[in-house]
Structures are given as C-alpha cells and as structure tokens.
C-alpha cells in the first residue's frame, strides 16, 4: 500500500534560516503529491502540490520538487519567520485529489526569534 | 478558496450514546468527502469515503457498523459514531474534493467520550 515518511520533529530553527523538511514515499503508479501545513488550532490548508514527476510546486516562499527517482519530496525555504511555526504533513494521492490522502506522521516546525 | 465547514467543533458525550459530526461544502458541491482522524501528536488516518447517494467505502480495520456516514446532499455528509467508548475520543477532520481536485479541510470536531 501507500505510505510517507518525513522526518518528525520538533525542528527548531532560528528566524532566517534555511529550512527542509524531509519526505520520501511509496506508492503504486504516479501519485500526486502535497504539503500541508496546520497552524495553532486551526485545520489543515494547502501549501503546494505536485501532480507529475519533476515538477515542482512553491508557495509562500515554500518549495518542494517531485523526486520520482529518489521517491522524495522535500520540502524547503530559504529564509524562515517566526509565523512559519505550525506543524507540517506531507501527504499523497494515488488518484489526484479524488483519493484519500495518505499522510506522514507530521513535523513540529518552532522558529524562534 | 474553497470553504469545509465542520459542526460542531468540540463534542464531550458519554459512554454508549451516540454523536453526529456535520461537515459542510460552503462554496462548492462535493460528489465525495472524506472523513479522517487524528490521534494526538500523530498523523491523520483516513477513515473511509463518503459518496453522495451511494454507500460510503471503508478503510481497512474500520468498523461500519460503529462509523455511520451519511452523504445526503452534494454539500453536507454525517459521520456518526454510534456507542461510543473512551477509545473512540479522538479528533474527526473531514475534507471535500473541488473540481480541480485539490482537498480543502474542516477544522475538525473533537470528541471527547466520557
């Protein structure tokens, strides 16, 4: 079956730094793949996706490339806030958007000041 | 963006008695929802899907008879869970599909069972 793994945390970073959050997956086929992201007590939003290998998805100064050969799609920023502490899911879909997603066990992202 | 409602927010209930969990499509029909759950500090697992006029499909291991889904409507789906014990107090988060595929989530409903 389908599972993600990513690195879990919590990764406590200071503000600017450089950030990236490991995710490597296994799936049938060609999955869709995304990050999302929860902050403090609100639900889960969308932070990018990626539909096909090479491609690569970015928001909010957040990147991350489909890896179809090292099965990874890591997720990076080059200068982190304090407002980027939340925690962060990798997730896939072996049908696009219209399949559950298969989650990674999340990562507690701290930035501190 | 696309807008998932989820009611109520927060259920404490007692042992053996039933809850519904509501989640709402505000801006958009949604032929198939999602429903999830999280346990603390741990990932989501996704539960089953919900199929506007058709029988939900189950997760492995998850129990039917115990998680009612109900998709009455192309904006509202029903999760209930029926005699609930301790072990079922978790958080139920629920996601819709817009036509462009990408998932939007309700802020979850947490249950607590007493």
């Known amino acids: 079956g389908n599972s993600v793994t990513q690195m879990e945390g919590p990764v406590t970073l200071s503000e600017e730094a450089f950030l990236t959050i490991n995710c490597t997956y296994t799936?049938?086929?060609?999955?869709?793949l995304f990050w999302y992201v929860q902050y403090p007590g609100e639900g889960l939003q969308l932070l990018l996706k990626?539909?096909?290998?090479?491609d690569k998805g970015s928001n909010k100064g957040f990147e991350a490339t489909y890896r179809k050969e090292t099965t990874s799609f890591h997720l990076e920023k080059g200068s982190v806030q304090v407002s980027d502490s939340a925690v962060y899911f990798c997730?896939?879909?072996?049908?696009?958007?219209?399949?559950?997603?298969?989650f990674g066990k999340g990562t507690h992202l701290i930035i501190q000041p | 963006g696309a807008v998932v409602s989820q009611h109520p927010s927060w259920v404490i209930c007692k042992s053996g008695t039933s809850v519904k969990i509501e989640c709402r499509s505000l801006d958009f029909q949604a032929t198939t929802m999602f429903w999830y759950r999280q346990f603390p500090k741990q990932s989501l697992m996704l539960m089953a899907t919900s199929n506007e006029g058709s029988k939900a499909t189950y997760e492995q291991g998850v129990e039917k008879d115990k998680f009612l889904i109900n998709h009455a409507s192309l904006t509202l789906s029903t999760l209930t869970v029926t005699s609930a014990h301790p072990e079922d107090s978790s958080f139920y988060i629920c996601?819709?599909?817009?036509?462009?595929?990408?998932?939007?989530f309700g802020p979850g409903t947490r249950l607590l069972v007493l």
């Open positions: 997730a896939l879909s072996g049908g696009g958007g219209a399949d559950g997603l298969t």
């Open positions: 990626a539909t096909k290998a090479d």
């Open positions: 799936a049938t086929g060609y999955p869709s």
């Open positions: 996601s819709a599909p817009t036509q462009g595929e990408t998932q939007y």
